[in-house]
């Protein structure tokens, strides 16, 4: 049973460019969630998709935003970025239940210049 | 103020050690509760959940206290393996919309 994958695992942009980093879910899970870390800080909730909408949204200008496709996968996608956004990129899927626990992906590591 | 705060240590403890990690959450709504593990430049995982009755798994303890908003973990026995960070996780009690919110993490090193 594959966990959660994210592509792609490195990632180089400069100031000003667009991303896309993608992310499949673990097998079951419906719920995908994205966080973005930055280091040595814990992961902070960008936002949530569930039935391949927006359910939540933390903190994140408009830069940032996503899609879920009909099989649970998701992308990521910031535009204009900046140099603060370097960052590791998380995506995290889990069921649907308030309390189901998540299990994260390796992580996209994203570095603008 | 942060809506999960944690002791970011480190904590630099020799193996055989019994330690303890403390983390305290402001949003009284949350409704369930979770230490991760992350070891370097790799993703959070799963270590426990927490309930309210406190629970047990192997030289992991996990307690939470409603009342004061507080979750501590405690790690007997230290091995070297468990070097690593630690990450208190808090849910809201949204139905299908669990945000969750971690803290920065404690970072705890053992010793030979």
């Known amino acids: 049973d594959a966990g959660v994958t994210q592509s792609p695992t490195h990632l180089i942009k400069t100031r000003g460019q667009q991303v896309t980093l993608r992310c499949s879910p673990k097998s079951g899970h419906d719920t995908v969630s994205w966080y973005q870390q930055a280091l040595g800080q814990g992961p902070q909730f960008i936002f949530q998709?569930?039935?391949?909408?927006?359910?939540q949204r933390g903190n994140f200008p408009d830069r940032f935003s996503g899609h879920q496709f009909p099989n649970y996968s998701s992308e990521l996608n910031v535009n204009a970025l900046l140099l603060g956004d370097s960052a590791l990129y998380l995506c995290?899927?889990?069921?649907?239940?308030?309390?189901?626990?998540?299990?994260f992906g390796p992580g996209t590591r994203l570095t603008v210049l | 103020r942060k809506e999960v705060e944690q002791d970011p240590g480190p904590f630099n403890v020799p193996e055989g050690a019994t330690v303890a990690f403390n983390c305290t959450y402001s949003?009284?709504?949350?409704?369930?509760f979770f230490w991760y593990r992350q070891d370097c430049r790799k993703e959070p995982k799963l270590l426990m959940s927490?309930?309210?009755s406190g629970n047990e798994d192997g030289r992991f303890t996990a307690q939470l206290n409603r009342a004061s908003q507080y979750i501590s973990l405690l790690i007997r026995d230290s091995k070297l393996s468990d070097s690593a960070t630690y990450l208190c996780v808090v849910n809201r009690a949204t139905t299908n919309a669990g945000k969750s919110t971690f803290g920065d993490g404690t970072t705890l090193t053992v010793k030979p």
């Open positions: 998709y569930y039935e391949e909408e927006e359910r």
């Open positions: 995290a899927s889990s069921g649907s239940g308030a309390a189901d626990t998540q299990y």
């Open positions: 927490v309930y309210s």
């Open positions: 949003n009284s709504a949350s409704q369930s």
